[in-house]
């Protein structure tokens, strides 16, 4: 990925740990003073990304980089949401929130982007540099107010979010029409393209949701029962079977609890009924982005330790009924990170499978200390001679996270 020597392209590194710092502050003021040099004549095109907010960080004088990182960090160790924080940077900074789009004017400016959010929301993916801001400083205000920080915030910070101006109006809204904004790259396309290529292989396939979220064990017990109900619906021939029926009331409590309403329950059904017509096997696909509490020191990701829920709830299922219908399947469930990197290891996720549990305990490794312990990687690591691991090597993208549950009657 080096450049030739006599490019005309221009690389500032800076953002380390994708964390704002003053490499990437010089960044994005050249980027500033670029756009502004711009005319009508010109044409700006932005390549837009996961981590967009951490590279473009130009607070609005006389806010420091500083007093922004430490407002920002004050705000997320009190429990302030993506779209909280998002609002109170976009409050303090020329570029996001629209300010580059507002600073080209009026260039046309076209914007390629790679969504690393749930829904795909514009407004959040970079912190909507090229996207109208619909939020005012009055509403970044009640934040900090709800989070006790509005008597505590340096002065500088005071002084700009006292400045008038709320909302943009439809004039100012109008103003945007110079700006294309196109998705090219998203969780969305990812999963479609799996699913072509799941069907190409020979399997019934269907995209469960494309946005999961929640912390992981709870996602783990998720997709532990939604394996427990397809394999009970298939074992005996019908979709709406007794064990299948009892598995489905605690099922939709816990979509209902993760908020997933794009969560595509009814088309697992249709899959079923092809899958008992064609005798094909089943693939389920899904992706999105889940949490991880931390109570231990160990090495892991959200995708190898959701991974290893995985392997505990379908032991756990296996082992509590008899003639349970899993024994009749053959199960791998695959979670991984599309950027080819899980947390602080060179795996982008891990395999589970139903026999994974007991194979692990033979090997003298107890599958509950190392999830105790948040040590899934190490756990793999050990494991099999980390067979299980996905090691892809950094993919240059991300569009958050992808999981796949194959299922393969017995036999066939």
């Known amino acids: 990925m080096l450049l030739k020597p006599q490019t005309k392209i221009r690389v500032m590194e800076g953002a380390q740990h994708n964390l704002p710092d003053e490499n990437s502050l010089k960044a994005a003021n050249s980027i500033h003073h670029l756009v502004e040099g711009l005319t009508e004549n010109d044409l700006l095109l932005v390549l837009m990304s996961g981590g967009g907010s951490a590279l473009l960080p130009a607070p609005i004088p006389p806010v420091t980089l500083k007093e922004k990182q430490n407002l920002t960090k004050d705000l997320a160790s009190k429990g302030a949401t993506i779209v909280e924080l998002n609002t109170v940077r976009k409050s303090l900074s020329l570029l996001k929130g629209g300010g580059l789009a507002r600073s080209a004017y009026p260039t046309q400016v076209v914007s390629l982007v790679l969504s690393d959010v749930i829904g795909d929301n514009l407004e959040s993916i970079a912190s909507g540099p090229t996207v109208a801001n619909l939020q005012s400083k009055e509403d970044s205000c009640k934040i900090l107010s709800k989070y006790h920080l509005l008597s505590s915030i340096p002065k500088s910070v005071k002084e700009i979010l006292s400045q008038p101006n709320t909302r943009m109006d439809q004039e100012e809204l109008q103003d945007f029409a110079h700006v294309f904004n196109f998705i090219v790259g998203s969780n969305k396309i990812a999963l479609e393209e799996a699913k072509r290529k799941s069907e190409h292989l020979g399997y019934e396939s269907c995209i469960l949701s494309t946005g999961m979220n929640g912390d992981v064990r709870t996602v783990a017990r998720l997709y532990g029962l939604m394996i427990k109900y397809v394999c009970s619906a298939l074992a005996a021939h019908s979709p709406v079977c007794v064990q299948a029926t009892s598995v489905k009331g605690e099922l939709l409590q816990i979509i209902e609890n993760l908020k997933l309403p794009d969560f595509r329950l009814d088309s697992c059904l249709e899959l079923l009924e092809n899958a008992l017509s064609s005798g094909k096997p089943i693939c389920l696909l899904a992706g999105g982005e889940t949490t991880v509490r931390l109570q231990g020191k160990g090495k892991g990701g959200r995708n190898q330790e959701l991974a290893l829920h995985v392997a505990l709830e379908l032991y756990q299922a296996k082992s509590s009924i008899p003639q349970d219908p899993l024994t009749e ?84």
């Open 329 to 412: 399947h053959e199960i791998v469930f695959l979670s991984a990170g599309t950027d080819g990197q899980d947390g602080p290891t060179e795996a982008a996720g891990a395999f589970a499978y139903t026999k994974l549990v007991e194979k692990a305990s033979l090997e003298g490794l107890n599958v509950e200390d190392f999830l105790n312990n948040n040590d899934s990687f190490t756990f793999f690591t050990k494991f099999n001679k980390g067979a299980d691991l996905i090691v892809t090597g950094l993919t240059s993208t991300n569009v958050m996270d992808v999981q796949a549950i194959i299922i393969h009657p017995k036999g066939t």
